[in-house]
């Protein structure tokens, strides 16, 4: 017995197939969500100091599932704007380490060498307890400031 197949209508058939699936899950980017997002500010500060570079993660749990939100560091300021903020609720923060881009780079010796600075952010060993096993938390709130001070330790 010979079997026929027919290419033209395999494609359709899977097309369709594919067009079903996204339609009953809903297929979307996680930007049209409808998960309100906010702004958040705050500071870092490293055994005492403004730390000087650093990644800072928000992670938020939702029924849509987990959101993070991340925002760079930079001599113990960060800020991350509404449209990449974290969702209303609480939130697990993390700090982590940051290489600086080569142009932060040549300014933060130069800030290192005035006594702006004073770490080279190279040197930073943040402890796991501040980003894998952080426990950091941030309750954020719709109408609220949301800005927050993390005070984080070398030992």
């Known amino acids: 017995m010979l079997i026929m197949f027919d ?15 996204c339609m009953s899950f809903s297929c979307s980017d996680s930007s049209s969500s409808s998960v309100e997002r906010v702004k958040v500010s705050g500071t870092v500060l490293y055994n005492g100091d403004p730390l000087s ?10 029924p849509e599932g987990i959101i993070k939100s991340s925002g760079i560091v930079r001599q113990g300021i960060y800020q991350i704007p509404a449209a990449g903020g ?4 609480k939130a697990r923060v993390e700090i982590v380490p940051r290489t600086p881009e080569l142009e932060e780079l040549t300014q933060i010796k130069a800030e290192i ?5 004073l770490s080279n952010p190279l040197d930073l060993k943040i402890p ?3 980003n894998k096993k952080s426990q950091l938390t941030a309750m954020i709130t719709r109408d609220g400031q949301n800005s927050f001070e993390f005070k984080i330790e070398s030992k």
């Open 7 to 21: 290419y033209q209508r395999s494609i359709k058939s899977v097309l369709l197939f594919t067009a079903l699936v």
């Open 53 to 62: 570079s650093a990644k800072i993660l928000f992670i938020s749990e939702t």
């Open 86 to 89: 974290p969702p209303v609720g």
């Open 113 to 117: 060498k005035s006594g702006k600075i």
């Open 128 to 130: 796991d307890i501040y």
